[in-house]
């Protein structure tokens, strides 16, 4: 479940015209967006769209293995899984050149610099702790992590990883 969206004050002024991303097979995971334009720094991409549910909802649909819930409050989560979100197909990045933004509840997609065209576009997803090792990351990147774990918690995750690295026999033992 992504949990990464800065709150902030009014929605993003979008104009409506030609698609910013194209959505293709992708080296990161199954299918993601590729920019097909030059995208600027601020530049909203797309609006991450989707079925507001319950955090009970919620919790039952992930645990049926559904990867695009979205986190927007205490409250409520959005279920991206509908087929006119193609923002959906945005994939994590340990580097990523998006970011989630929430708009009281409406989650925007922005480029926080400058995207070049066929570059894809990512953002982090945001995990918490809880079962980190559970969500790889393949990303690729210089400073891939190796999981899926929001910024603020990647300081203390390298420090887990340093001191009992993923597959460690004393990690089978407990």
């Known amino acids: 479940m992504s949990d990464v969206a800065t709150q902030t004050d009014s929605p993003p002024e979008m104009e409506r015209h030609e ?10 995971e199954g299918r993601g967006a590729f920019a097909v334009k030059f995208i600027a720094k601020g530049e909203t991409i797309a609006e991450y769209t989707g079925e507001r549910i319950s955090k009970a909802e919620s919790d039952r649909r992930c645990e049926d293995g559904n990867p695009y819930i979205f986190n927007i409050d205490d409250e409520w989560d959005l279920d991206g899984n509908v087929p006119d979100n193609a923002a959906r197909f945005l994939n994590h990045s340990c580097d990523p050149n998006c970011e989630a933004l929430d708009y009281d509840g409406q989650i925007w997609i922005e480029a926080i610099r400058d995207i070049r065209p066929g570059e894809e576009l990512t953002f982090n ?14 990303c690729g990147k210089p400073n891939c992590l190796g999981f899926i774990v929001a910024v603020e918690h990647q300081e203390q995750v390298r420090r887990e990883l340093v001191e009992r690295p993923a597959g460690d026999a004393s990690e089978k033992e407990q």
């Open 125 to 138: 997803y945001g995990y918490s702790l809880d079962d980190y090792r559970d969500h790889p990351c393949g």
């Open 19 to 28: 698609a910013r991303f194209a959505v293709l097979d992708s080296p990161i």
